[in-house]
């Protein structure tokens, strides 16, 4: 009897570590980390309430707040919406995503801050889609958004800005070794900085179809940077009704495999290149705005399809 006992009392605290976990929890600048993460008795930080967190669910912010640095691992969705929610992540990371390969992770309404110090904003590892709403990132010294996969995957960012100061540092840098990253950025802002948007597939793959990495760049306005954007290797980089201005080199295709494709954007003032002198492709479908710029290479006119 002792035995059945013990046994059952065992499978009830496992059963109460598995529903223990919320589908939403939410945080407080006045919370404490030892709470549930309730309504009426939040967490502390975002590090804090994830664990309390059931795979799928959410975290939501109830005032304004520092929430501090956390790492994800599974399919969740932090939503800061109607307050003024962030993190500061002086020397290290603000968001590491390292998820499950069919995980779906969502940022909404962030403001991540390296304050000069920080290494990158948010760093996707592992997962399988990345979604980052209406967030502002500044101060990091490396990059503001890395994606450094070895699987596929799927990245959006919508309604987003990204700040230096440090112009060694990038905006958005997209890498896969062995896969497809497949990227959508709209509405985003990216200034001050060394490279804008990155885009590279490895080049010991650069043959492969499946190493090619697709980012489709819309509405946004990418400025006063040294390079706004560029692709390298296999990347292939589609940018519509966007400005491109004001940096030093707008728009290269870096590698003779790389390809960038121009519609209504406007490429004005890049005192060294508009259109940079890469090995790769720039081919526009003839109603873009280019001018003012110290110099441009010849790009390929085709029609629209």
């Known amino acids: 009897m002792k035995k059945i006992f013990i046994c059952y009392l065992i499978t009830l605290l496992c059963q109460i570590a598995v529903f223990g976990q919320a589908t939403r929890t939410w945080v407080s600048g006045v919370g404490d980390d030892a709470n549930p993460c309730s309504r009426t008795a939040p967490c502390k930080t975002f590090a804090g309430a994830i664990s309390k967190t059931a795979a799928g669910g959410e975290i939501s912010v109830l005032d304004p707040g520092g929430y501090g640095a956390v790492t994800i691992t599974k399919a969740i969705t932090i939503n800061g919406d109607g307050t003024l929610a962030g993190i500061l992540s002086a020397g290290t990371n603000g968001i590491n995503v390292n998820a499950g390969v069919n995980d779906i992770v969502v940022i909404r309404n962030i403001s991540i801050n ?62 896969t070794t062995s896969d497809t990253i497949k990227a959508t950025l709209n509405n985003v802002k990216i200034s001050n900085l060394g490279v804008g948007i990155d885009v590279v597939a490895d080049a010991s793959v650069s043959a492969n179809q499946s190493a090619m990495n697709f980012v489709t760049i819309t509405n946004s306005n990418i400025s006063n940077n040294s390079t706004a954007i560029r692709a390298k290797n296999t990347a292939q980089i589609n940018i519509e009704n966007s400005n491109v201005s004001n940096n030093s080199t707008a728009i290269i295709a870096n590698d003779v495999a790389s390809i960038i494709r121009l519609s209504n954007v406007n490429i004005f003032n890049n005192n060294v290149f508009g259109i940079g002198n890469g090995l790769g492709k720039v081919i526009s479908f003839g109603n873009n705005t280019i001018a003012g710029n110290a110099a441009n290479k010849p790009m390929q006119v085709i029609s629209k399809q």
Do not use: M, W
Request: net charge neutral; proline share 2%; aromatic share 4%.
């Open 114 to 175: 390296g304050t000069t110090s920080g290494l990158n904003g948010i760093r996707f590892l592992a997962g399988g889609q990345l979604h980052i709403e209406n967030c502002s990132i500044s101060g990091f010294t490396t990059k503001g958004i890395d994606v450094a996969k070895t699987a596929a995957g799927i990245l959006t960012v919508e309604n987003t800005s990204i700040n230096g100061p440090s112009t060694a540092a990038t905006g958005i840098y997209i890498s």
